[in-house]
């Protein structure tokens, strides 16, 4: 039977892009109930533009810009590389930088000019007892864009909102999940609203928003209590122990190598219809040998 199994899976990598790090793991593909993804970079294209600047304070918008790109400066994540290209897009020349610190799940600080200067999640700021601007902020997130807020030594200063695009690829994989009677779940760091925007669009069964990075594999566990046999699927660095715990660990291959190496299957091309291939070459393979 070994020599089927490995001919397939090595022809796999080759015609669909996969990577089957883990062969028992790939064998149970076949009996999947759901399959939970990450949104930013798997749902989503996961490259961020700003859309919309708006001010909260004296300062106008690219001042808003520069600083908030300036703390961004050595960040990986996309909403970073979202500031960041729009800064250098109106060539705003960067500030000093120094204690950087990134927040995980949370955001970014750092000191400018002796000031603390933070690019923080909405969740961040309502923790904080701050006010600002709903109607902005609810129209943005409504409308499914990521909303980022800049604050200077605690003062609310601006805010920052972002677009990513839905993959076509989305839709089709849910829809098709679908008739297969697999559910599919979304679980995110991002804000409930920009979160339930995304998943009506593709058809997302269930939501969970604003989970931290470190309760994402918590969340899988809780998922696999119901009686699940869960797929998750993620790119990012936050993703790794959710990917570990889930009975199929699938990376988006243009994701981190942290999250590449806790997955049981790579997706190459960072395509999610590709996880409807995975499933139905888990079934071709392994129901022939039992
Ligand atoms: P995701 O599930 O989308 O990968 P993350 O855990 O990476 O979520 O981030 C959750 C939220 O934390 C983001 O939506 C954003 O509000 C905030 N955040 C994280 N990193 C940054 C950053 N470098 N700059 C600004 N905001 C950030
Ligand atoms: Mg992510």
Request: aromatic share 6%; hydrophobic share 40%.
């Amino acid at each position: 039977a070994a020599p089927l199994v490995i001919s397939v899976s090595t022809a796999l990598s080759a015609k669909y892009g996969l990577l089957i790090r883990k062969r028992p793991q790939f064998e149970r593909a076949r009996n999947i109930d759901a399959v939970i993804f990450d949104k930013t970079g798997t749902l989503t294209e996961g490259t961020f533009g700003v859309t919309d600047i708006e001010s909260f304070s004296d300062m106008d918008e690219n001042t808003i810009l520069t600083h908030a790109a300036t703390v961004e400066n050595d960040s990986e994540h996309p909403i970073a590389t979202g500031i960041l290209d729009e800064a250098s897009e109106r060539n705003l020349e960067l500030h000093e930088l120094s204690d950087f610190n990134s927040i995980t799940g949370v955001g970014i600080e750092g000191t400018i000019d002796g000031r603390n200067v933070k690019v923080v999640s909405p969740g961040y700021v309502a923790q904080q007892n701050i006010d600002f601007d709903d109607a902005r902020f609810n129209e943005w997130s409504g409308q499914g864009k990521t909303v980022v807020f800049l604050m200077i030594d605690e003062e609310l200063s601006g805010a920052v909102a972002l677009a990513d695009k839905i993959k076509e690829s989305a839709k089709e994989t849910v829809a098709e999940l679908h008739k297969r009677n697999i559910r599919a779940i979304m679980l995110t760091g991002d804000n409930r609203k920009v979160a339930d925007y995304v998943a009506e669009q593709i058809g997302i069964d269930e939501v969970y928003a604003e989970v931290l990075p470190n309760q994402k594999a918590e969340k899988v566990a809780e998922i696999q209590e119901r009686g699940l046999v869960v797929a998750m699927t993620g790119d990012g660095i936050n993703d790794a122990p959710a990917l570990t715990r889930a009975d199929v660990g699938i990376a988006v291959g243009a994701g981190t190598d942290i999250a590449m190496d806790s997955a049981d299957i790579v997706l190459v091309d960072s395509n999610p219809k590709d996880i409807l291939a995975i499933f139905s070459l888990s079934k071709r393979t392994y129901n022939k040998l039992v």
